[in-house]
């Protein structure tokens, strides 16, 4: 996984979470000394529900970055807000969150928003309590500030939903045997492209899979 996300040269590297099972320090050292070799000046973490437990947001925090931030990469804004709530799987973003993120996203860039669980519910899921429980008014919310990019994990599902000209963008697995139905470990390759013309981004979303070969799944105009 490393090389082939290395070969490509990211721009930006954004890891949605879930990078340990159950949260513990040792865990946490082994998943940082992968994340350390990737070639990328510009890696994004935001934890999910396993990173949270067992108190795991600490170490979190201390080899990562803090949970919730904004950060300017010459024309795009990322935003990453931690989604979990300490040994509950379910996710919660909160209002007391929503005035900074629209604060962050109120320029004019190319502007992503990562976090762990789900924003809309996405098929393979089973029983659907894998969005937000506040899901409705973070849609709004990220919606109304013309957000351009969603990324989210949790159910190792690769899919993508455009919803008003925003995509929304879920993970699969690329480490992790815990592919759901006939999926397989891929990892999301999203290239933007500002035309010089109009200011537009053309946008494409691929699957790349443990074999190198690669799958375009959406290609759009925002
Ligand atoms: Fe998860």
Same mark, same amino acid.
């Given at each position: ?8 040269e ?21 998943v ?12 994004? +973490? @935001? ?10 947001? !600490? ?7 803090d ?20 040994? +509950? ?34 098929? %393979? ?6 969005? %937000? ?5 973070? +849609? ?9 990019? @969603? ?5 190792h599902?690769?899919? !993508? ?12 697995t ?33 699957? !790349? ?7 375009? @799944? ?5």
């Open positions: 996984m490393v090389d082939s996300i290395n070969r490509l990211p721009n930006l590297v954004v890891i949605t979470g879930d990078l340990t099972e159950n949260g513990f320090s040792a865990e946490y050292d082994g940082k000394g992968f994340i350390d070799r990737i070639e990328c000046k510009n890696k994004i +973490l @935001v934890p999910g529900n396993h990173d949270s437990k067992n108190a795991g947001y !600490v170490h979190f925090e201390d080899l990562f970055t949970r919730y931030f904004s950060r300017n990469f010459e024309d795009v804004t990322v935003v990453g807000a931690d989604s979990s709530q300490p040994d +509950l799987d379910e996710g919660h973003l909160g209002r007391e969150n929503y005035g900074w993120i629209k604060e962050a996203f109120s320029g004019e860039n190319f502007k992503v928003f990562a976090m762990h669980h789900h924003l809309v519910p996405i098929p %393979l899921a089973g029983r659907e309590n894998t969005v %937000l429980v506040d899901a409705g008014d973070v +849609l709004e919310l990220l919606n109304r500030c013309k957000v351009n990019l @969603v990324l989210c994990g949790h159910c599902i690769p899919w !993508v939903w455009n919803l008003n000209n925003m995509l929304v963008v879920n993970a699969g690329f480490c992790s045997s815990k592919t759901r139905g006939k999926t397989t470990q891929c990892y999301n390759l999203i290239q933007a492209d500002k035309e010089n013309s109009n200011g537009n981004w053309k946008v494409r979303v691929s699957r !790349v899979f443990s074999k190198g070969d690669r799958e375009l @799944v959406t290609e759009t105009v925002m």
